[in-house]
């Protein structure tokens, strides 16, 4: 089974989606030796992830600007497409971080492990809630923890629960905000599994935290060359078949429809494309899988970048950003200052930031930007240049029950038709490339278990 039709060459995996979800799968298939066929909607390979250099030296990102060495996949395939000497880190000099709470900028508490503090003194001192709320917030090392159960429950649930109410202002700039996520409705379990074993290890988040070590070293990484570097490093090192500007419609259990009506036969299918791309692409060969994949939801947002003169600005650009408390009531939710966080960012005497909304349409977005970098941050004239990233409908929710459904979802594929990355098994750049290794993996496995010659 599976072989072409002259017996000879054993059919291709074929891979859908060239993101870091499915470059990831490709490298994974070629150390394995299992031939594959990538096919990509678009001209580019990388997804979300691309990086662009202007002619006046501004390194923009279109999405992701580092990624998390905690979870090690991305890191170590940086290190075997040869990018170990690309690597930067996010700079210690100018670490500062702000936040925006009650229209006042306020220093970020210091000695946090993400959101939870590792001493109550500078908690108290940062004043970023009020006198009840930061006494609560710290009686959390008190609250005893949920019962073990395996259902899932919100963030905004486990927050209010474990810190108070007036917690998940503060909590939710800085954990909700790579999901761009309703906390009411985003899954302690598919985003923060970490915290749910942590509570039931220690009983505590406090507790937990204090007492783990804190890893030594960065926590991101990124490239001198942005993040581009990495998808283009893996495609410059692919050996198989790489379709660019070639649109999957179909998915069937032997191959996959192409635009224009094309069938290229496949002894098995990974699927790397967001879940809005891939359940009209299910519906006519896996219905069952459409209907569930058609049910995930995702969240919108955009990003707006901005260049400025340096001497434009009167704040100390020395920072890597601020956050915006919850309550704020503002589309603003965050923004990043590139220029300082990472080397090589802009030009001398110049700031790159990047601010993120939730509600706005992207001229809207760009507008509300400029007033808000005026307001804040003392801008005295406008931007030089600007980039948007309309992400409206293109941030994965994670809701309630998600790791259910990803079951339910999984079960309804046959073994040789795979589905996963940023919709599915974990939004951020190391979730992605475990999600496309891992898919490879297990058709290896499927393939040699069937006698599929590789
Ligand atoms: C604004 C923003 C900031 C982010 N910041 C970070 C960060 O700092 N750190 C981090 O780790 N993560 C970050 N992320 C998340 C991360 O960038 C993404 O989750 C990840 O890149 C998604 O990879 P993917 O391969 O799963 O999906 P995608 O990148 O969406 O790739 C899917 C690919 O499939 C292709 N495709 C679609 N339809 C078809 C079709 N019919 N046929 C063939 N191909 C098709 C698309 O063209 C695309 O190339 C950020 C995301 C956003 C939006």
């Known amino acids: 089974m599976a072989i072409h039709e ?84 996010p700079r210690e000099d100018t670490k500062k971080l702000y936040f925006l709470r009650g229209g006042r900028l306020m220093d970020f508490p210091g000695n946090l492990k993400m959101f939870v503090p590792l001493d109550d003194d500078s908690f108290r001192a940062s004043g970023v809630l009020s006198p009840e709320g930061t006494e609560r917030f710290l009686n959390e090392v008190n609250i005893p923890p949920r019962p073990a159960t395996d259902e899932d429950e919100s963030l905004a649930s486990f927050v209010i629960r474990r810190f108070g109410e007036e917690a998940l202002n503060f909590i939710v700039p800085i954990a909700a905000g790579i999901y761009v996520a309703n906390p009411y409705e985003l899954s302690m379990q598919a985003a923060f599994p970490q915290f749910l074993k942590m509570e039931q290890d220690y009983g505590s988040l406090i507790a937990g935290s204090r007492a783990t070590p804190r890893a030594s070293g960065p926590i991101f990484m990124s490239f001198k060359g942005g993040m581009g570097a990495l998808p283009g490093a893996i495609a410059s090192k692919l050996t198989g078949e790489v379709r660019l500007n070639t649109p999957v419609l179909r998915v069937h259990p032997d191959g996959v429809t192409i635009a224009g009506g094309e069938k290229v036969a496949g002894s098995a299918v990974i699927l790397a494309v967001p879940a809005w791309y891939a359940a009209p692409m299910l519906s006519q060969g896996f219905p069952e899988t459409a209907q569930l994949v058609g049910e995930l939801r995702a969240n919108s947002s955009v990003a707006v970048t901005l260049a400025y003169r340096r001497e434009d ?80 409908g293109k941030n994965p929710a994670y809701q309630v029950g998600h790791l259910e459904q990803l079951q339910r979802i999984r079960d309804s594929l046959p073994d040789n038709v795979k589905i996963g990355g940023a919709s599915f098994t974990g939004v951020g750049i190391p979730d992605c490339v475990n999600a496309g290794r891992s898919m490879a993996r297990e058709v290896a496995t499927v393939l040699a278990a069937t006698g599929v010659p590789s």
């Not at 993101?19 to 394995?32: R, V």
């Not at 580092?66 to 996949?73: S, T």
């Not at 965050?334 to 005497?349: E, F, I, Q, Y």
């Open 6 to 89: 002259n017996q000879s060459q054993p059919l291709p995996v074929i891979i859908v989606g060239g993101g870091m979800t499915g470059l990831s799968a490709a490298w994974e298939l070629q150390q394995q030796g299992v031939p594959y066929v990538l096919l990509e909607a678009s001209g580019l390979l990388g997804g979300k992830v691309e990086t662009t250099i202007t002619d006046d030296g501004f390194l923009v990102e279109k999405a992701a600007d580092a990624f998390i060495l905690g979870k090690p996949y991305a890191a170590q395939l940086a290190r075997e497409v040869g990018l170990e000497a690309e690597a930067i880190h």
């Open 313 to 392: 600005i009167e704040f100390d650009m020395n920072m890597h950003g601020l956050l915006v408390d919850a309550s704020e009531g503002i589309p603003l939710k965050a923004m990043t200052v590139h220029s300082a966080k990472l080397a090589g960012r802009a030009p001398v005497d110049h700031v790159l930031v990047r601010c993120f909304f939730v509600g706005l349409e992207p001229l809207d977005a760009y507008h509300e930007a400029v007033k808000e970098v005026e307001r804040l941050l003392g801008a005295k004239d406008e931007p030089l240049e600007h980039w948007y990233g309309d992400w409206r």
